[in-house]
């Protein structure tokens, strides 16, 4: 018996897919969302960052897009978020302070659009080790709904190819609902917690350094649903997969250098790891006074990701008084560049601090990053 070659064609096609679907939802429970500038996304990097500014609020956001080059604009990995923060009351001491902070994110893959979502509301305690308030412990957490989704009429199966409209076109109703697609989703409650330690070394040069984990509470995370749900303590959703989300590690560190009165430096590090897989990054970011009149700061660096010799992004930014901006872009030059032709992933981000009190006579002796 002969199989003609369209048939042929799209068996490979859904033997292809199936694989490539397979390998996404196993793997995905070793990725979450990642932002080659990570220090501008503070909340996403350590609940532990929640109000360690000064201020009275802090707004930002961070974009980012990846893959373009590889599965086309539709099916690019697409990472938006946006956070604001705020130090609310003092602490039980004077130089103590309390943080709030909401952070919302989405981070969409795929020619299914595979999306995975979250919203948290957190707060932190940071607590000064000495009364000049030159180093502080910081504990922060974070607690909101996540949730995964799979669209499933951007799917695309052999059934809808050989069964075709009456025009000729895809036939989305002859399909297979694969994995019952059409209720392919999962909720869950998700808990975040971390610390981190700040401190002025002298008068050139504060550091600092932070461990955070995230999905704690490990929800069940799987698309295969049923009417029912929960498991893993804290699942909410629809999912009747065992499967649970893997927590995720990070540590980082950072240092701010100042070189003279013009130039700056600040070389930091951030390394995660999941469910096995792991992401170390590497950076050194420079800010140079443009103005000081108008205090205008020009921010310049590169980075590189270790893990695999996945990519090298140069970043380039602006800080002008309490607004900072910066871009970046990854430059792929591992094995897959030969695909992407160098091409990985572009973000842009912002934040803005709103102050609207006189300053303080007695500043915090603890330095901001300037990047």
């Known amino acids: 018996m002969s199989i003609s070659p369209i048939s042929n064609i799209m068996h490979v096609r859904k033997l292809l897919f199936l694989l490539a679907a397979f390998w996404s939802l196993n793997t995905l429970n070793a990725q979450d969302i990642h932002f080659s500038q990570y220090n501008m996304s503070p909340m996403t990097l350590n609940p532990a960052n929640i109000g360690a500014f000064e201020g009275t609020v802090r707004i930002g956001g961070i974009y980012r897009g990846q893959w373009a080059s590889v599965i086309g604009n539709k099916g690019q990995f697409k990472t938006p978020s946006l956070w604001v923060d705020a130090p609310i009351i003092t602490g039980f001491r004077k130089r103590d302070w309390v943080g709030v902070g909401l952070v919302f994110f989405s981070d969409k893959a795929g020619a299914g659009g595979l999306t995975h979502t979250a919203a948290k509301l957190g707060a932190s305690y940071h607590l000064a080790l000495d009364k000049k308030g030159n180093a502080y412990l910081t504990i922060g957490a974070q607690y909101g709904q996540a949730g995964r989704r799979l669209d499933p009429d951007a799917l695309r199966f052999e059934e809808g190819f050989l069964n075709p409209t009456p025009t000729g076109g895809y036939n989305s109703g002859a399909q297979v609902d694969f994995l019952n697609a059409t209720e392919a989703k999962s909720d869950w409650s998700d808990i975040d917690g971390g610390v981190t330690l700040r401190a002025k070394l002298n008068k050139r040069m504060d550091m600092s350094i932070g461990y955070a984990m995230y999905h704690i509470g490990r929800g069940r995370y799987g698309l295969v649903t049923s009417g029912g749900g929960g498991g893993g303590g ?27 009165d013009k130039l700056s430096v600040g070389p930091s590090f951030m390394y995660q790891t999941m469910s096995g897989a792991d992401e170390i990054s590497l950076q050194a970011l420079g800010s140079y006074v443009f103005n000081k009149e108008k205090d205008i700061d020009l921010n310049f660096g590169l980075g590189y990701r270790l893990t695999g010799g996945d990519a090298v992004y140069p970043m380039l930014g602006a800080r002008y008084k309490t607004l900072r901006v910066g871009l970046a872009y990854d430059v792929n030059v591992s094995d897959l560049n030969s695909v992407s032709n160098y091409r990985g992933g572009f973000e842009i981000a912002a934040n803005y601090i709103v102050k609207i009190y006189k300053p303080a006579k007695v500043k915090t002796k603890v330095l901001c990053p300037r990047f």
């Open 234 to 260: 804290t699942s909410t959703g629809t999912s009747s997969s065992s499967d649970e989300i893997a927590r995720r590690s990070v540590v980082t560190g950072l240092f701010n250098i100042k070189i003279n």
